[in-house]
């Protein structure tokens, strides 16, 4: 296991995924320095041997590395770039990783204004949720220098399973645009197939199970298929993060120049599902705009 003995590592964001990779950072051997809107996780982690930090630029300060892993892209640019933000407290030895899903545009000019202070960014979003972030085994997907990309990996040894440098800043967010993408629609696919099944006669557990192994066969069927058969929606992700995730792949692709009209299907049961009130429910939940009694 990679050792991080000696490092001072700043992490924003202790949420339902940012909780438990700090956590894998500091049984690694981090010093960690950690900053969250809600006081009540900050207290827990503190307890178990990290340290507060009153302010973003306070965690740049105290760490040459930030991660930030926050929910929307408007909370990222505050973070960096608000009062008493990251970027107060970048120097030339700073790096600051953006693990969350973050608008591509937006991640460009986060990544300028780091630099422009001297530091480095990745742009590194992860898949693989909590189940991933609590076992160390998420998938990244970075966009960086080849530099900063040699700094940011004993981190990411720790983070994840699998990391792959997409290329340079901002890949990273085109990857899990993509990601999300396959995601939203494969939960979509499920549930309208575990629905047929269930309303044509069938046990929807033993669809599933003949399913395995072949061609219909995922991580979503295995996984979120569960999660519908036993109507357990305890967010993992949720459905508002995915219609959000959703809404980007479909706002960048617009600015390309062209339509993706499934993902906009996709989006449109989401957006069901949140106004009925089921957005922080899991994104498995999605099968409740199609059968309400599951």
């Given at each position: 296991?990679?050792?991080?003995?000696g490092?001072?590592i700043?992490?924003?964001?202790?949420?339902?995924?940012?909780?438990p990779?700090?956590?894998?950072?500091?049984?690694?051997?981090?010093?960690?320095?950690?900053?969250?809107?809600?006081?009540?996780v900050?207290?827990?982690?503190?307890?178990?041997?990290?340290?507060?930090?009153?302010?973003?630029?306070?965690?740049?300060?105290?760490a040459?590395?930030?991660?930030?892993?926050?929910?929307?892209?408007?909370?990222?640019?505050?973070?960096?770039?608000?009062?008493n933000g990251v970027?107060?407290?970048?120097?030339?030895?700073?790096?600051?990783?953006?693990?969350?899903?973050?608008?591509?545009p937006?991640?460009?000019?986060?990544?300028?204004?780091?630099?422009?202070?001297?530091?480095?960014?990745?742009?590194?979003?992860?898949?693989?949720?909590?189940?991933?972030?609590?076992?160390?085994?998420?998938?990244?997907?970075a966009?960086?220098?080849d530099?900063?990309?040699?700094?940011?990996m004993?981190l990411?040894?720790i983070?994840?399973?699998?990391?792959?440098?997409?290329?340079?800043?901002?890949?990273?967010?085109?990857?899990?645009?993509?990601?999300?993408?396959?995601v939203?629609?494969?939960?979509?696919?499920?549930?309208?197939?575990?629905?047929?099944?269930?309303?044509?006669?069938?046990?929807?557990?033993?669809?599933?199970?003949?399913?395995?192994?072949?061609?219909?066969?995922?991580?979503?069927?295995e996984?979120?298929?569960?999660?519908?058969i036993?109507?357990a929606?305890?967010?993992?992700?949720?459905?508002?993060?995915?219609?959000?995730?959703?809404?980007q792949?479909?706002?960048?692709a617009?600015?390309?120049?062209?339509?993706?009209?499934?993902?906009t299907?996709?989006?449109?049961?989401?957006?069901?599902?949140?106004?009925?009130?089921?957005?922080?429910?899991?994104?498995?939940?999605?099968?409740?705009?199609?059968?309400?009694?599951a």
């Amino acid at each position: 296991m990679t050792s991080l003995d000696g490092q001072t590592i700043g992490f924003i964001g202790l949420g339902l995924m940012g909780k438990p990779m700090a956590r894998n950072l500091k049984t690694a051997g981090g010093d960690m320095v950690i900053h969250n809107r809600s006081q009540a996780v900050v207290e827990e982690l503190v307890a178990e041997g990290m340290t507060p930090a009153s302010s973003p630029a306070a965690v740049a300060e105290a760490a040459d590395t930030v991660i930030c892993m926050l929910p929307d892209t408007p909370t990222v640019e505050a973070i960096l770039l608000g009062v008493n933000g990251v970027v107060e407290g970048v120097s030339e030895s700073s790096l600051i990783i953006d693990m969350g899903t973050t608008k591509v545009p937006s991640t460009r000019a986060f990544s300028d204004a780091v630099q422009a202070k001297g530091g480095d960014y990745v742009d590194a979003p992860v898949s693989g949720g909590t189940i991933g972030a609590e076992s160390g085994s998420l998938t990244i997907m970075a966009g960086g220098t080849d530099a900063a990309m040699v700094r940011a990996m004993p981190l990411f040894d720790i983070l994840g399973a699998r990391t792959t440098h997409v290329g340079g800043t901002g890949n990273g967010q085109v990857a899990k645009a993509a990601n999300q993408m396959i995601v939203g629609l494969n939960i979509g696919a499920v549930a309208e197939a575990l629905t047929l099944a269930k309303k044509a006669g069938a046990d929807p557990a033993k669809v599933r199970q003949a399913l395995a192994g072949g061609f219909a066969d995922s991580r979503i069927l295995e996984v979120h298929g569960q999660r519908m058969i036993d109507g357990a929606f305890e967010p993992g992700g949720k459905c508002t993060t995915q219609r959000k995730d959703l809404d980007q792949a479909l706002e960048l692709a617009s600015q390309l120049g062209f339509d993706l009209p499934a993902t906009t299907l996709c989006r449109e049961l989401y957006d069901r599902m949140i106004k009925d009130g089921g957005g922080e429910l899991d994104h498995s939940a999605l099968i409740k705009a199609i059968d309400p009694e599951a």
